[in-house]
Nanobody, 124 residues
Framework: QVQLVESGGGLVQAGGSLRLSCAAS????????MGWFRQAPGEEREVVAT????????YYADRVKGRFTIFRDNAKNTMYLQMNSLKPKATAVYYC?????????????????WGQGTQVTVSS
């Protein structure tokens, strides 16, 4: 089992940047495929980016490609999401998720472990 804690959310103006962190504790972090998801009020939870446990496969949702970067530091048991050129429609609660030896799928149902979420608000 793994416990996940997100941090780094906040209020930022459109065009600005934020870096989210997801600290993991528990079993071997390097064996977990990790993902960032977000959920806006009244909307379904959607994938932002995923990084497979092997580190060889990274997925980005089309709407964030070229602006967001997902990466992990296995020595620190931490995953990150660097978000640049933020837009107001990025406003949501951002969640990190983990799946042991996961295939890097974009469906939320593919991930067994979730953090509590961190709020990101982008003002226009």
């Amino acid at each position: 089992q793994v416990q996940l804690v997100e941090s780094g959310g906040g209020l930022v103006q459109a065009g600005g940047s934020l870096r989210l962190s997801c600290a993991a504790s528990g079993r071997t972090f390097s064996s977990y495929t990790m993902g960032w998801f977000r959920q806006a009020p009244g909307e379904e939870r959607e994938v932002v980016a995923t990084i497979q446990w092997t580190g060889s496969s990274i997925y980005y949702a089309d709407r964030v490609k070229g602006r967001f970067t997902i990466f992990r530091d296995n020595a620190k048991n931490t995953m990150y999401l660097q978000m640049n050129s933020l837009k107001p429609k990025a406003t949501a609660v951002y969640y990190c998720a983990a799946e042991y030896l996961g295939g890097g799928y974009s469906r939320p149902s593919s991930y067994a472990y979730w953090g509590q979420g961190t709020q990101v608000t982008v003002s226009s």
